[in-house]
């Protein structure tokens, strides 16, 4: 029986620089019985020369012969569905939710569609597979050195002969992966650091990291399934801007990172309040998209001055900022995953497994992940 082909792919999307599967992962795969390809250039612009994938054991192959040879693809961002075909799979952060016309497309192929967005994140046994968690925390990372450079002002406390300067009040809004290493590192660089999050949990890892946690008196806790947050009514969301735009005024630096899973981001940071903040401050919105971001006037990818001299980022592609990084932990989460799913050197799909009931969104011609389906289903 000849060896199950995987093969990672060099990612197309405009400004991706990270790439799936990383050179010390190649020898790993090999060990558990797959043949390994990746594309010419894959790892190039994470810093990986196609050179230490064929030293790890890797083929390195054009386009055309990876996606004709490979019985699994695994990338970051999904590539066109038109170069996928029927008893191949794919594994990446495939966005489901945000895109389930796509996994019809792949399912009508015949393609296997494996996302790791959909990864159940309380399980303790699939923590090595928590891509999400990997990216989210170099994004968090990323996004303080983002405002660091942007914010005209030292983040620590300094004293010199040329006078005192006071450190920056940094408020971090939404205290899940990324925020909490927004709040870790702001801290590292010598912030005042304050966070909120509607998670009652969040409170005290908020505070374990040393940033002083603020209680908000008009919202209510919102706790929904599997650790996260869930959508605020529209009253409720008013009532936290309205509450949060206090708060907002008297620091230098936001970084917002809320997210719902499967809902445009929730506004907190309205037109209004970044209008009552001091000439100079500096904004990161990392939930940025194009549905909308969690502060009213960003844009993802854009960077904006406003008239009363507050700098608004709407971060992209943060991890695919720090691609060496970014790479590595994605392609451990990826391989993890893959052994995962590995019998006899096989892929061995089997929905009722808790990890792969997540992860696995279209198989045998339709789409299986629940949430996905019902999305179509309510599509016209
Ligand atoms: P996420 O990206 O979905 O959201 C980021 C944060 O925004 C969350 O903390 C959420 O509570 C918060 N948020 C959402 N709406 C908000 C609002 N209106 N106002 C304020 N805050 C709001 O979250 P995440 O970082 O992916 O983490 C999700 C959960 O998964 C957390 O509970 C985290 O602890 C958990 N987690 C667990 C494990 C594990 O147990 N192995 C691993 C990773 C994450």
């Not at 192929?109 to 399980?123: E, F, M």
């Not at 505070?207 to 603020?214: N, T």
């Amino acid at each position: 029986m000849a060896a199950l082909q995987v093969g990672a792919v060099k990612e197309a999307a405009p400004g991706e620089r990270r790439v799936a599967l990383t050179p010390d992962a190649v020898p790993r795969l090999r060990n558990a019985g797959v043949d390994v390809l990746t594309e010419a250039g894959a790892g190039g612009s994470a810093w990986f020369p196609d050179e230490d994938y064929a030293q790890a054991g890797a083929t390195v192959v054009d386009a055309d012969t990876l996606f004709a040879r490979a019985d699994v693809v695994l990338c970051v961002n999904p590539p066109p569905p038109q170069r996928l075909r029927s008893g191949q799979a794919v594994v990446g952060l495939l966005q489901p939710l945000l895109n389930p016309q796509l996994m019809a497309d792949l399912a009508a192929r015949g393609v296997t569609a494996i996302s790791l967005d959909g990864l159940p994140r309380t399980l303790s046994r699939a923590q090595g597979m928590d891509a999400l968690s990997s990216q989210a925390n170099i994004a968090g990372y990323k996004a303080v050195l983002v405002a660091a450079d942007t914010f005209e002002r030292f983040f620590p406390l300094l004293i010199t002969a040329a006078g005192t300067s006071k450190p920056a009040a940094v408020l971090v809004l939404g205290a899940g992966v990324a925020g909490l290493q927004a709040i870790g590192t702001a801290r590292r660089l010598g912030a005042v650091v304050r966070a909120y999050d509607v998670r009652p949990a969040a409170q005290d890892e908020v505070k374990s990291l040393g940033a002083q946690f603020i209680e908000l008196k008009s919202v209510e806790a919102a706790a929904g399934e599997g650790g996260y947050a869930r959508a605020l009514t529209p009253e409720e969301q008013a009532a936290q801007q309205a509450e949060l735009a206090e708060h907002i005024a008297k620091h230098d630096v936001v970084i917002t990172t809320a997210q719902v899973p499967g809902r445009r981001p929730p506004l907190m940071v309205t037109a209004d309040t970044v209008k009552s903040m001091r000439a100079g401050s500096v904004i990161v919105d990392m939930a940025a998209s194009d549905l909308g971001g969690n502060v009213e006037i960003s844009q993802p990818g854009q960077t904006i001055v406003t008239n009363n001299g507050v700098t608004v980022i709407g971060a992209g592609n943060l991890p695919a900022q720090m691609p060496t990084s970014a790479s590595t932990a994605y392609s451990r989460n990826v391989t993890a995953l893959l052994s995962h799913l590995l019998s006899d050197g096989r892929l061995s799909i089997d929905l009722d497994d808790e990890i792969q009931h997540g992860v696995v969104i279209a198989y045998d011609g339709s789409v299986v992940h629940e949430a996905t389906a019902k999305l179509l289903e309510a599509t016209p």
